[in-house]
């Protein structure tokens, strides 16, 4: 019985395993090419369901399952779709496609049709709104195409993210928005519009692919002005008094313009003069007017702000308006107050061919400012040009008290405002299939100031104006990219001066003088680019014309050439060498009759040259970077050839040390490398980074009328250290070493400086919401010739984050250490000082996130 | 003897380099572009298919390239970032994705996927075969994308959980990414708590062939995936504190 289920089942299987079969075959096009990645299928010829699906492989064979009845489907792009019936016994199959091309457009009839740029679509508020809707965002939910996420704010058209959103036009928020659909009552909101396809530089638009969606926000007529404000603070104690730190930001929304006001105010060492705006301003012109007066002042900059007392206030305005379809203003007000304090011991040693001078001072400093920055700034985005225009202005009032006990005892006070205008403009045009752009940068500065040292008054008048403005543009032919840059350069410097109270025997006191110049100027390039080799030889051509008042001024035409050579070894190597030769341009604030008392000690006196300062430098660099490997270093080494016209001059006229220039050829000589490097090591979970720098110059300078030699070497260390075994926890540690070596072969002496720093600084969660970070730093100075200083400093900062706000403990400088000393090296000078540090601080803040 | 080894290292590893130029591979018969969504952040790509061909790229990341490299227009581009540069903040809306600077290239006559991919500065080349996924496809479950009727298709593809819709009426392979292998072109696909990608439009006509793109002339080096992979995820590589996406692929 058992025999026959058996035999029954066995025959009962064979019979359905034939009736599923595989079926093989090869598909070809009419020419016998085969087709791969055409799609077999088998159909169920009743119910029309794929039963298995597969595709040819890159010779055009197929393996499929299926069963007798079934149709077996062969499809692939712009050929004719083929179908056979399965039957019995099917042998391989050889399928020859025909091409047909009508399956392709009905593929594009049924998608949707690609929208027209510059659609705008408006929705009117009003048809959408319902009881119990508060702010934009209530309503704008339910407007169709929009998504509108309720915790941020954020909006979605179209399953796609807005690339911009304006009110009325204007773009204040950038990414911000979050706050105004969150904020916004929706009866002030007449409609919302949808800007489609909505670009960023216009004149780019043959190159661009863009479906960017922006909406605009229109307000009703009578709607009210809003305030949005959020804010932070935090105070604290210190040895003797109080510390504050507080900011606000708040943005008003009327229907003609949107304006955002900030208010910061600290005296815990933060530096708020300047917004970060400064940082991207490369393409300006800087003024050459260096500080004429300057007070020798202990650095209010040094150790992060340990060493700065202030008490700062500003305040910042912002306002933006959209004049049509293509343009709009924005304009920036700042206006900062400053007092800041320093004091510091300096021991100061001056070599001379007549023996050691040593000065041992003890300064105090104060100073106060005012600082109003004004910036407007116009844009005109269209199709065939981009056109910025930025005017600003910094009027800078500054006055310096410094008061010095000790071997030289003085008081000096500075009158040291400082008026700058700036206009820069930039125009991109498209002529048929180039972009040629012209840009105009152009400053004037003013400083009318004065120097009180105990009884004598240096007045100065300085005025400079400089404009240079260049066309420039490029274009490919084959391997060679032309570019070239031609322009204008001119400029004017006006001089006043008048010193009371040193003997006429020193010089002269009091005069004025002017300096213009003007330069036309062409630099062209040709970039040659073989395989892995980039050739690039461009030159610096310009004619120059010079007239200084007091003389006949003169004219010459100068050529800087510079070569270039680059190769891509591999992916990792890249080698490059370059050579040039340079000449400087002329300094106007050169050219002045007077001499000019810089401090208690030092007095300039001008130079009416016109010779110019000629460079030749050569330069290899090579760069491995393997960036899985976790590895990249960088190594670039410089070796420079200098002739000055002219040679450095120190005299000691009575109390006085005059520097100035002589002429004379002086030949200078030097070596500089840079080298960067950084590797992930895997067992710390970390990565090291190395950066060291290190140049070493050999030139002289006439002292007395004697040729003092000096040598000197520098050579700067950091090295980096991140581990992150722990999971969430930071763990740094960076060293720093500094060696600074000056030698004075005429006197047999050589200063040399050691300074090394280590910091350490970890970062622990301590729970979910609370976290701990420390900072200690371990100085280790030299001061004295081999004489080291130890300064330790240890910061402790406790975190509490919760929903809305964010408090923070800090616990500064615990050991209370209140001075910090280092040496520096100068022109045949060392100095040492000792200055006074900010204490032990405790500040509690608070950060309040709408 | 150390110097000697080192140059033909050196000399070997020139070898293994390739730095080919832009240049047209053959013209285009479809192309398709695809939305993606992540988190924040959205991107466009471009499939675009030849006969023997397929490329898969974003259009932001085509675009910075053409026009960074080109001296002509690279001023303008360094004004842009700048500008975003000055705007950036956290809750800004950016073009960014899994793979935004990859550039995808389907051989089906050798039956071989290349990525062409950057870390930092370097620059690498991966070639596998073309992957065939394993899909479970749900009858029941449709939906319309750009006018064109779709089923479900589900599968793990390394690592992660896919959910697309493909549509028959395009018979192709093909797909976003590296998904691919069903009897019709795919027009979304979705990752639970990843990835949203869906197709926007299709162009037939007036199309760019299918080029091969290295406008920075970079050169590549070859390395095999799953080495990729593992490096590539290794923290300390990275800066402190960057945050970087999850990748496409898990394993």
């Not at chain 1, 208010?263 to 050459?288: A, C, H, M, V, W």
């Not at chain 1, 680019?529 to 200084?548: A, E, Q, T």
Request: proline share 3%; aromatic share 12%.
């Amino acid at each position: 019985m058992k025999k026959y289920i058996t035999l029954c089942l066995l025959i009962l299987l064979v019979q359905s395993i034939s009736a599923q079969r595989i079926v093989e075959g090869v598909v070809t096009d009419v020419g016998g090419h085969p087709v791969s990645a055409a799609i077999i299928k088998t159909v169920d010829a009743t119910t029309k369901k794929t039963l298995h699906f597969c595709q040819t492989d890159t010779k055009g064979k197929f393996t499929i399952t299926a069963q007798e009845g079934n149709i077996l489907s062969i499809s692939a792009i712009s050929y004719k779709k083929q179908e056979l019936k399965v039957t019995m016994d099917m042998p391989a199959q050889h399928i020859t496609l025909e091409e047909d091309t009508k399956t392709l457009s009905e593929i594009t009839v049924k998608a949707k049709p690609i929208k027209i740029k510059g659609d705008t679509i408006q929705y009117l508020l009003t048809t959408y709104k319902k009881e119990g809707d508060r702010t934009l965002a209530d309503v704008l939910a339910r407007v169709p195409g929009f998504d509108v996420n309720k915790e941020n704010g954020e909006i979605q058209y179209e399953g796609k993210s807005i690339s911009n959103f304006y009110i009325e036009g204007m773009n204040l928020m950038g990414g911000k928005y979050g706050l105004a659909t969150k904020s916004l009552p929706q009866d002030d909101v007449a409609t919302v519009e949808v800007m489609k396809h909505h670009q960023p530089i216009r004149v780019l638009d043959d190159f661009t692919y863009s479906d960017d969606n922006a909406i605009n926000i229109k307000m009703k007529q009578g709607a009210k002005a809003r305030w949005m404000t959020t804010y932070s603070g935090g105070i604290g104690l210190k040895s003797h008094g109080g510390l504050w730190n507080f900011e606000t930001f708040a943005m008003r929304l009327k229907p003609s313009f949107q304006t955002i006001l900030t208010y910061k105010t600290n005296n815990i060492g933060k530096n708020i003069r300047r917004e970060t705006d400064k940082l991207l301003s490369f393409d300006e012109l800087q003024s050459p007017l260096s500080a004429m007066l300057a007070l020798p002042s202990p650095s209010p900059l040094l150790l992060k702000g340990r060493s700065l007392f202030n008490r700062s206030h500003a305040v910042s305005l912002n306002a933006l308006q959209r004049i049509d379809e293509n343009s709009q203003v924005s304009v920036q007000v700042t206006f900062a107050n400053d007092r800041n304090e320093a004091t510091s011991l300096r021991h100061s040693d001056f070599y001379t061919n007549s023996g050691i001078k040593t000065i041992e001072n003890r300064k105090q400093y104060l100073e106060k400012s005012n600082d109003l920055f004004a910036k407007i700034k116009y844009e005109n985005n269209a199709k065939n040009h981009y056109l910025k225009n930025e005017l600003s202005g910094d009027f800078s009032w500054n006055k310096q008290w410094l008061n010095e006990q000790g071997t030289n005892p003085h008081m000096m006070m500075g009158n040291l405002p400082i008026y700058t205008l700036k206009d820069n403009f930039s125009i991109m045009k498209k002529y048929g299939k180039r972009l040629v752009t012209l840009q105009s940068k152009n400053i004037m500065d003013i400083r009318p100031q004065q120097l009180y040292v105990d009884s004598l008054v240096q007045s100065i008048n300085q005025h400079y104006y400089e404009t240079n403005t260049d066309v420039r543009g490029s274009f490919r032919i084959g391997r060679f990219i032309l570019s070239g840059q031609i322009g204008v350069n001119a400029g004017e410097h006006r001089f006043t001066s008048d010193l009371v109270g040193v003997p006429d025997s020193v010089g002269l006191l009091m005069g004025k003088s002017s300096f213009t110049f003007a330069r036309f100027y062409a630099t062209p390039s040709v970039e040659y680019i073989v395989r892995d080799l980039d050739f690039m030889l461009s030159g610096d051509m310009s004619y120059n014309h010079y007239k200084y008042s007091l003389d006949n001024g003169q004219s010459k035409v100068l050529f800087s050439p510079n070569l270039r050579i680059r190769w891509k070894a591999t992916a990792s190597w890249t080698f490059s060498a370059d050579a040039s030769i340079n000449t400087m341009q002329i300094n106007a604030a050169q050219f002045y009759p007077t001499l000019v008392l810089q401090d208690y000690q030092y007095i300039n006196k001008g130079l009416a040259g016109y010779n110019l300062n000629k460079e030749k430098s050569v330069g290899i660099g090579v760069v491995y970077s393997d960036a899985l490997k976790g590895t990249s270093i960088r190594l670039r080494i410089t070796k420079s050839f200098g002739n000055s016209p002219y040679t450095s001059t120190q005299d000691f006229v009575g109390n006085y040390i005059v520097e100035s220039l002589t002429q004379g050829d002086t030949k200078y000589n030097s070596w500089n490398m840079f080298l960067m490097g950084s590797q992930g090591i895997g067992f710390l979970k970390g990565k090291l980074n190395v950066k060291a720098l290190y140049n070493a110059i050999n030139s002289y300078m006439v002292q007395n009328s004697q040729r003092m030699p000096y040598d000197t070497k520098n050579l700067n260390i950091t090295s980096n250290l991140d581990i992150g075994l722990i999971k969430g926890v930071d763990l740094n540690y960076k060293l720093t070493y500094g060696f600074h070596q000056m030698k004075m072969p005429a006197f047999g002496k050589t200063s040399n400086l050691n300074s090394w720093k280590h910091e350490g600084s970890l970062r622990i969660p301590l729970c979910k919401i609370l976290s701990m970070e420390t900072l200690t730093e371990y100085y280790h100075n030299e001061v004295a010739q081999k004489k080291f200083k130890d300064m330790f400093f240890q910061d402790f900062t406790l975190i509490f984050k919760a929903k809305h706000f964010d408090l923070s403990l800090a616990w500064n400088n615990v050991f209370n250490n209140k001075s910090y000393s280092y040496g520096l090296n100068n022109t045949l000078s060392s100095s040492f000082s000792n200055q006074d540090i900010r204490g032990r601080e405790l500040m509690l803040s608070f950060y309040y996130k709408p | 003897m150390k110097l000697y080894a080192f140059c033909i290292t050196f000399m070997l590893s020139l070898l293994s380099c390739f730095g080919q130029e832009t240049h047209i591979i053959e013209p285009s018969i479809l192309e398709i572009s695809y939305h993606t969504k992540y988190l924040n952040s959205y991107d466009d790509y471009a499939l675009r298919i030849g006969k023997n061909v397929n490329e898969y790229f974003s259009y932001h990341t085509l675009r910075f390239d053409s026009l960074g490299s080109n001296p002509e227009t690279a001023l303008a581009i360094i004004n842009e970032k700048i500008k975003a540069a000055r705007n950036n903040n956290k809750t800004t809306h950016k073009v960014e994705s899994p793979g935004h600077g990859d550039y995808l290239y389907r051989n089906l006559e050798e039956g071989k996927m290349t990525t062409y991919t950057q870390v930092w500065d370097s620059h690498y080349k991966i070639t596998e075969d073309i992957p065939t996924p394993e899909w479970v496809i749900h009858e029941d479950s449709t939906r319309s994308v750009i006018g064109f009727n779709c089923t479900m298709a589900t599968t793990h593809f390394r690592g992660r959980d896919w959910k697309v819709w493909f549509s028959e009426e395009i018979p192709l392979p093909l797909g976003p990414w590296k998904l691919g292998g069903l009897p019709g072109l795919i027009l979304a696909a979705h990752c639970d708590g990843y990835l949203d990608i869906i197709a926007s439009s299709i162009k037939r006509e007036q199309l760019s062939p299918v080029k091969f793109y290295n406008f920075w002339e970079k050169k590549y080096k070859d390395i095999d995936r799953l080495s990729y992979l593992k490096k590539a995820s290794d923290p300390t590589i990275y800066p402190k504190n960057t945050t970087f996406f999850p990748k496409m692929e898990l394993e």
